[in-house]
């Protein structure tokens, strides 16, 4: 079974570029979830799809991020423009949604300069 | 919204010895507890979990203990080995029907010297 895969693996942009990061979850797990680390700190909650809906999207610092799942596939996360205080590791999740956890994705290191 | 603390954020241990990383949390509602190890450049990786209706759930090396009352959690490590150095998180959650969000301790960096 292939993983949760993120792509790119490292992305260094400078302020006010746009930049995008793609999730592709495990195949046929209806949930997907977005979370970021800032250095030193905790992994915070973006947000979460079951399919192409959003379930809970009350992570989501402001407007300047996007996501969209279109076709409950794979889902895209878009920072648009970029500040410097959104680098960090953005996570991308997915669940089966009836027991077990989570399987992450290797992450996206976003550097904002 | 629960707060779950970690602590310490930095353990170092002898190989053989055990290591104790607690979390504290809010929320009395919440009654999923998993806990993750992060090796270095790599993902995050579920090694336990336990649910509120369970106090104490081990495998192999690895056990985690649930207070309720006092609303803390912790892993235990045994026989450690240079291989369990990692970043080690906790995280909380109200499961239902569907896996919601998880909210995170800040991590715990275990360094095991050989």
């Known amino acids: 079974e292939a993983g949760v895969t993120q792509f790119p693996s490292h992305s260094v942009i400078e302020k006010g570029q746009t930049v995008t990061l793609r999730c592709d979850p495990i195949?046929?797990?209806?949930?997907l979830y977005w979370y970021r680390r800032v250095m030193g700190k905790e992994i915070k909650f973006l947000l979460h799809?079951?399919?192409?809906?959003?379930?809970?999207e009350s992570g989501m610092p402001n407007n300047r991020f996007l996501a969209e799942r279109t076709g409950g596939t794979y889902s895209t996360l878009k920072v648009q423009p970029a500040e410097l205080e959104d680098s960090g590791v953005y996570f991308c999740?997915?669940?089966?949604?009836?027991?077990?956890?989570?399987?992450f994705g290797s992450g996206t290191r976003l550097t904002v300069v | 919204g629960e707060n779950v603390e970690q602590h310490p954020s930095t353990l170092s241990v002898q190989e053989g010895d055990s290591a104790v990383i607690k979390c504290t949390y809010s929320?009395?509602?919440?009654?999923?507890f998993p806990w993750y190890k992060q090796e270095l450049g790599k993902r995050p990786q579920l090694i336990i979990d336990?649910?509120?209706?369970?106090g104490e759930k081990k495998d192999q090396r690895i056990a985690v203990t649930l207070n309720k009352t006092a609303k803390h959690f912790s892993l235990h490590i045994t026989e450690t080995q240079p291989e369990d150095s990692a970043v080690y998180f906790c995280?909380?959650?109200?499961?239902?029907?569907?896996?919601?969000?998880?909210?995170f301790g800040r991590g715990t960096q275990l360094t095991v010297w050989p």
């Open positions: 929320d009395s509602a919440s009654n999923y």
């Open positions: 336990i649910r509120s209706n369970v």
């Open positions: 999740a997915s669940s089966h949604g009836t027991g077990g956890g989570y399987t």
């Open positions: 195949s046929g797990h209806d949930n």
């Open positions: 799809f079951v399919k192409e809906s959003k379930q809970d």
């Open positions: 995280a909380a959650s109200k499961k239902g029907s569907t896996l919601g969000r998880l909210y």
